[in-house]
């Protein structure tokens, strides 16, 4: 099966990438996430929610935590993307692993459990492109939120 992995260095501590995965207000403010639920515990449920109006929610991604070690390593299993224009897709796993190398620990974030078929194929390349822009949007808000 394929996967999308993904590795940066953000010069913060590793709490704060960890957390910018759970905090809604940290969600909202870097990857536009509108609505949430978050149960921060291992069997807790993961679900966001962006384009929300009146007509309800344009796109959602929804699982559940299998691990959960806090600031260091979380995996979301039965990992669901739902969007309005297509059939519902997955289950994909989205693991999120920071390492604390000391300055700049490194975060590592791997979407796997792709299959084959045009659906697949759109939410694969989709996200094969926009994994890297998200995680340099990442950096940037952390750092720049450190800072102050």
């Given at each position: 099966m394929r996967k999308v992995?993904?590795?940066i260095n953000i010069n913060v501590k590793p709490?704060?990438?960890f957390t910018a995965f759970l905090d809604p207000k940290?969600?909202?403010d870097w990857w536009g996430v509108e609505k949430t639920l978050i149960e921060a515990r291992?069997?807790?449920n993961y679900a966001l929610a962006w384009g929300v109006s009146e007509n309800g929610f344009g796109y959602v991604t929804?699982?559940?935590f299998e691990?959960?070690?806090q600031n260091k390593a979380l995996k979301i299993s039965n990992f669901l993307y739902f969007n309005p224009k297509m059939e519902i897709i997955g289950p994909t796993c989205l693991s999120i692993?920071?390492?604390d190398q000391g300055e700049t620990p490194a975060l590592t974030v791997c979407q796997s459990g792709y299959l084959y078929g045009k659906q697949w194929d759109w939410y694969y390349d989709a996200v094969f492109e926009a994994w890297p822009a998200v995680l340099r949007h990442l950096k940037t808000y952390l750092e720049k939120i450190t800072r102050k």
């Open positions: 992995e993904n590795t709490e704060k990438i940290m969600l909202r291992a069997g807790g929804t699982g559940r691990t959960f070690e692993k920071v390492t």
